[in-house]
């Protein structure tokens, strides 16, 4: 079979179907608008379907409304780039403990920041969506410094 690379005409379909594996559980499909779709067309694509795949399972995290648009898969299609905090190595120097935490805390400020972004800022949303009670999410906010950041959909915590 030829790499996906040579078959852009097969990405819209390949996302459709990968859409419907991602979103499954989901109240509502997960639909990928025409831009997002042209710009992952043109895409060199060298981990081949696998890495598609992945695209649309982090666009999906960070949509909002369930649809997948343009701005959702920057940067993506040339391996998998993350901000640049995901990018960096774990620090697994130290004791288990000071270790644990540092993963924890990493952890923590990239969840909560993609959570704050697909709920556009709203608290009430972000805690039914994490299953947190209100006040538990505004005081993890504080505690990782991302509390009263204005989350429209081009702030990159």
Same mark, same amino acid.
């Given at each position: ?51 598609? #795949?992945?695209?649309? @399972?982090?666009? %999906? !995290? =960070? ?12 940067? $993506? ?28 805390? #990493?952890?923590?400020? @990239?969840?909560? %920041? !993609? =959570? ?12 039914? $969506? ?28």
């Amino acid at each position: 079979m030829p790499a996906l690379r040579d078959r852009p005409d097969d990405i819209p379909v390949l996302c459709d179907r990968l859409l419907s594996y991602i979103g499954d559980g989901r109240p509502s499909p997960l639909v990928i608008d025409a831009s997002a779709v042209q710009f992952l067309s043109s895409q060199p694509w060298p981990g081949n379907v696998r890495e598609l #795949r992945n695209v649309l @399972a982090r666009a %999906a !995290a =960070l949509a909002t409304d369930n649809v997948i648009r343009r701005v959702d898969v920057a940067g $993506e299609g040339f391996g998998f780039r993350g901000m640049r905090e995901e990018r960096t190595p774990l620090d697994l120097t130290g004791t288990f403990g000071a270790a644990k935490e540092r993963a924890i805390e #990493r952890f923590e400020s @990239a969840y909560l %920041a !993609a =959570l704050m972004k697909r709920c556009a800022g709203n608290l009430s949303m972000a805690s039914r $969506e994490a299953d947190l009670a209100r006040h538990h999410l505004r005081e993890l906010l504080r505690k990782r410094g991302l509390y009263g950041i204005p989350w429209d959909r081009e702030t990159d915590v």
